[in-house]
């Protein structure tokens, strides 16, 4: 594995010298763009400038996880820096310390973008609902398709600076349900003498005591920021912890356990990962977890969020894993770092300040970060209500701090870091249940259950209950580290599932759903074993459960089981029989499946009655509306009314009871059916009150039996209750 990584590490210098002494225009990206990778259970963004901030003018975006659902972001922001000593710039400057930071503000000052890239393994496969192209906004993530790849995708981005470090990143991204849930990242740092965005090479002279860092904020996450005090929207109230103490000891550990291993046996392996803690503000009830005490108690921030170290080379010319790396593995306040301007003279003390931090010291002093636990430091026990924020008194948060270094590269050379980025926690099923439960006591007092803990006892506490189940999340991203470990030192040639069919269709009908599709690539495979139909009912962001298994050599079903007047979403997976997967080494042992979000339907899909021969036949459902009973009307689908036996093509225009035009619906997909979630034009929810409907026929029937022609109508009044 050596020779190979020294011989990567070599082609990479190789084909970056080329790149930038062959290339006649100087290569450049915005600093804006963004490769989105959208594969796994885990989604994020690649930015152009080598660092990742998550705002996006409307909210913090990134490390959605899980992906199914919506607000699920956990991203804020990696604040990540280089620096380096006794150093002579271009212009001859001799700097003691000199440091930038890896951000936006910097492009075209100190740091250079020159690509992103995206490749992928196969083609996005297509996916219609009844016409419509639900990947549509999807084909421009990948630029070019590699056959010949691993991973599912591949993020490269490649970055000058302008002390002559150039950064090449590699992200790989899988869809295997076992590893889909982080992002595998190589960073390569060469000394390539570049220091602008044109192909000349500026330096040729070693870089000495190089170190380089970030210290990465977590939201963990948007959803529960939203069911709180909202400010831990940006992170505000984030705990960090770390693992790894005993790294050094096992470093030459062979990793051929299985997964009945005990994880907490793996405290080894070198991490620091995140969550959301109680906020001072919030005293009616514990925070821990977000429950929805709005609604049911759902754990709306069930969320862990990390990064694992894989590997560090231990210099240019040894690329043996460095039991001594990171310099530091920690935490430290979210918005207290060195500045350093400009890079002028003037910045020389916020240089020394920013190698300082790199180099292990907390900024700007130890009240603000250190290489403990701070959980178990300063949280006595799960159901403190002490406010991480608090402790270090920056408003900002807390940030995962990680560094690497010192490094000396010549001219030509190259240090190596692997890290992985996961998230990972409570699922939605559990987070339900749980949530239900404690929401349910916590209404009433005299409740004191008892309540199941994950290993089997009781508890009369409901705190104690639902926090001991989210703090499992700690196993769950420490299981996901150790698959990622797993899967780098496997060379990512984890167990491969099939390729997912071409292209899914699925259409409305009268009496049934019909979906059809295109035969997976991997058909051909002794392997393959068939597809796997799943639907959701309601919304695209639910649980999906499994209705159906289709042999090879079939490729279509009937959806017999709709009810009309609910909405459906699909996707079809295509499924082998596990002969590839039976040692359990990388993951358990059994079938493998396709990605789920390759053919996952965003479009409902929904029975479509004919419409009725008389306009007299024309019924609104639920009429009276009322939000009370919402639960016992269109599943998932809040505010969600019907007009039933329509004409196939006709104007539904809609107002109030004082005649204010509101609304008006186009219908003309020739069903008697048509659904309207009670927005006005603009947009807004209306409010309770009389309504009255205006439906014109807008097209003669074909068929004698209809009783109406082009230009009839009728007017119908319902009610809506909020």
Known sequence: MMDKRINMKRSIFTLLLAFLICSNLPAQVGESEKSYIRVGELQSHISAYGSERAWNESYYEGLKWPADYRFTDNAVIKRAWIAVEDYTDADGVFWEYWATNISKGYVGNSIFPMQLHQSAKFELPAVYVDGVDCNLPYYGDYDTIDVNQIADRIVTNVVNTSCGLTMTLRVHAFSQQYHDDYLIKEFIFTNTGNTDYDSDIELTVPLTGVRIGWSTRYSVSRDGASKSDNQQSWGKHTWVTRRGEEYSSHINDVLNFTENTSWTDLDWIRCGFSWMGQSETVTKYDMIGAPDVRAQGRLSGPQFAGTAVLHVDKSATDDSDNAQQPTTLGWHAGDTYPSVGELRDTDRIGMSQVYEMLSGQPYPNENYGGSFRMDERYLPSITAKVDPYTVHGDGGGTNVWITYGPFDLDH???????????????????????????????????????????????????????????????????????????????????????????????????????????????????????????????????????????????????????????????????????????????????????????????????????????????????????????????????????????????????????????????????????????????????????????????????????????????????????
């Open 412 to 722: 030509g050379e190259s240090i190596r870091i692997v890290e992985a980025e996961a998230v990972n926690g409570l699922g939605r099923a559990k987070c339900n249940e749980i949530g239900n439960r404690w929401m349910q006591a916590d209404m009433d007092p005299n409740d004191k259950g008892p309540f199941i803990l994950p290993d089997g006892t009781e508890t009369d506490d409901r705190d104690i209950y639902k926090n001991t189940w989210f703090y499992t999340g700690m196993d769950s991203i420490m299981l996901v580290f150790s698959r990622a470990l797993r899967n780098y030192n496997m060379d990512f040639n984890i167990p491969q599932p099939p390729l997912p069919p071409k292209a899914f269709y699925v259409n409305s009908g009268g009496d049934k759903i019909n979906l059809s599709w295109s035969a997976s690539p991997s058909e051909l495979d002794p392997n393959f074993a068939g597809y796997r139909i799943y639907r959701g009912v309601g919304k695209p962001d639910t649980s999906y459960n499994l209705i159906a298994e289709i042999p090879v050599g079939v490729g279509m079903y009937e959806d017999r089981t709709a009810i009309r007047g609910f909405a459906y979403y699909y996707y079809i997976t295509a499924v082998n029989y596990g002969l590839n997967n039976t040692d359990g080494i990388a993951n358990p042992i059994g079938p493998l499946e396709s990605g789920r979000f390759y053919t996952k339907t965003t479009e409902p899909a929904n029975l479509q009655r004919k419409p009725a021969e008389t306009l007299d036949a024309i019924r609104i459902v639920p009429n009276p509306y009322n939000i009370r009973n919402r639960n016992l009307q269109y599943t998932g689908e809040d505010d969600k009314m019907m007009f039933l036996n329509i004409p196939g093509y006709c104007k539904i225009r809609i107002y109030s009871e004082r005649g204010d035009l509101i609304n008006t619906i186009i219908h003309n997909n020739g069903s008697g059916d048509q659904a309207w979630f009670l927005t006005t034009s603009s947009r807004q929810v209306v409010v309770s009150g009389i309504y009255i409907a205006h439906i014109e026929v807008t097209q003669d029937p074909e068929d004698t039996a209809y009783t109406y022609k082009k230009g009839d109508s009728v007017y119908k009044k319902f009610i809506v209750i909020r």
